[in-house]
């Protein structure tokens, strides 16, 4: 069965370094998202990508994060220098049209970042 | 704005006991809802997705019902084993994106 693969499965960094996210979405899927739990803490929407754009984020995702789709496979997210708060799980999940028409997300198993 | 209850905290039942449980949500303006299972260190597996014009939706041993009108849903576990024993989360799709409860803790004792 196809499934959302993400690595590294965890992540150590040093406060203020730059980190690289990486997800390979399900391959005829046309929506990918981001979002994150923070432990003990519910999860949270990060951010949704179509079309090689955002097309939805939430208050979270600000100026120190970024989404790219390198090319027909991946999709990453980059934290330009994190900070202790960043430390948390990672979702990312894809669907094949767009969340809010009643489609299931399929998430990857996650990415633990520690910010130390 | 949108918040998602999840009661109890969590549960712990023998083995083979039916359950339920509960999720509710403020606001009734939603595309759909769903219900997922995280185990420790895995991801987000959906369980089941009531869309907005529907009560219910069964899969296996899972039933889950929707009544939208006052923000509440609920999921029925049957015949409970060891193995159902994870976090389960709720999460309501609103502006295309999902809002989260913060799970339901099962523990099925054998």
């Known amino acids: 069965e196809p499934e959302v693969t993400q690595t590294p499965s965890h992540q150590v960094t040093q406060m203020g370094q730059e980190v690289i996210l990486r997800c390979v979405p399900i391959s005829n899927h046309l929506y990918f998202y981001w979002y994150r739990q923070i432990l003990g803490q519910k999860v949270e929407f990060l951010v949704s990508f179509y079309n090689n754009e955002i097309s939805e984020k939430s208050e979270i995702f600000d100026d120190q994060f970024s989404v790219e789709r390198p090319d027909g496979s991946n999709f990453t997210l980059k934290i330009r220098s994190t900070k202790l708060e960043d430390s948390a799980m990672y979702f990312c999940a894809s669907s094949p049209r767009l969340q809010g028409t009643n489609e299931k997300l399929f998430f990857g198993s996650g990415t633990q970042l520690s910010v130390l | 704005k949108q918040e998602v209850t999840q009661i109890p905290a969590a549960l712990s039942v023998p083995e083979g006991e039916n359950l339920v449980l509960n999720c509710s949500f403020t606001?009734?303006?939603?595309?759909?809802l769903q219900w997922f299972r995280q185990d420790p260190g895995k991801g987000l597996t959906s369980l089941l997705l009531i869309q907005s014009s529907q009560r219910e939706q069964t899969s296996g041993r899972l039933n889950a019902s929707l009544d939208k009108s006052s923000g509440r849903s609920t999921l029925y576990i049957a015949a409970s084993q060891p193995g159902d024993s994870a976090t389960y989360l709720c999460?309501?799709?609103?502006?295309?994106?999902?809002?989260w409860g913060a799970g339901t803790k099962l523990i099925i004792k054998p």
């Open positions: 999460a309501v799709s609103s502006n295309y994106q999902l809002i």
């Open positions: 606001d009734s303006a939603i595309y759909n």
